[in-house]
């Protein structure tokens, strides 16, 4: 993948986010401010817990880092992929923001 094409996807990907971010908000299901900064999401939860995503541009990844610990995802031409196993990114988000907002949640593309 060329650089372009990372930060293409990567941009899709956390517009993606915001996106789902602002239906929960619409839909009253949580409290998410998410804010962002060049290729950096802040997701900020009612009980101030936060989830934090970003492109990293030299390694064509993605991380999150939640309460839970810290992942990296890779695209594998047709999703992104958490490096050490740990399964698909919105799948993955949508279990860390259901834990820090303290209800069910889903983020999806």
């Known amino acids: 993948m060329t650089d372009i094409e990372f930060m293409n996807r990567a941009e899709n990907l956390l517009q993606a986010v915001e996106t789902s971010c602002d239906h929960i908000n619409d839909?009253?299901?949580?409290?998410?401010?998410?804010q962002r900064v060049g290729g950096m999401v802040t997701l900020v939860f009612s009980n101030k817990t936060q989830i934090v995503l970003n492109m990293q541009k030299p390694l064509?990844?993605?991380?999150?880092?939640?309460?839970?610990?810290?992942?990296?995802?890779?695209f594998n031409g047709e999703q992104w992929l958490d490096t050490k196993g740990q399964g698909e990114f919105f799948s993955h988000l949508s279990r860390c923001a259901s834990e820090?907002?303290?209800?069910?949640?889903?983020?999806n593309s």
């Open 27 to 34: 839909q009253a299901l949580a409290d998410i401010d998410n």
């Open 60 to 74: 064509h990844e993605i991380w999150l880092a939640a309460k839970a610990g810290g992942y990296h995802y890779k």
């Open 100 to 107: 820090q907002a303290g209800c069910p949640l889903v983020l």
